[in-house]
């Protein structure tokens, strides 16, 4: 089982104030093309794994943006770290149909 969570929400300045969806698109293909588990939900994106390969998830999601051009990033990230184990379904089970 895995020990962290790790949710994120990625605001990329965009060239020209042009539309942000793309550039979250982008992010979200590192996320897909990482391995880890994740679930996308309409304001953030929560990864399970282990907190090394989650914050490098993380940097590799601004450098894809910078290639992209995207002038700069903010991320805001919320971790939850549990040594003995935590996840995405055994924190929501209650709550799903």
Do not use: N, W
């Amino acid at each position: 089982m895995a020990s962290t969570l790790l949710s994120i929400q990625v605001i990329p300045k965009t060239p020209d104030g042009r539309d942000t969806i793309p550039y979250v698109d982008e992010a979200i293909k590192v996320i897909q093309e990482s391995g880890v588990k994740y679930e996308v939900h309409a304001l953030e994106t929560t990864l399970e794994g282990e907190l090394p390969e989650l914050l490098k998830i993380v940097s590799d999601m601004h450098e894809a943006l910078f290639k992209a051009g995207c002038p700069g990033v903010i991320s805001q990230v919320k971790i939850a770290q549990y040594p003995a184990g935590i996840s995405m379904d055994r924190l929501t089970e209650k709550y799903r149909p």
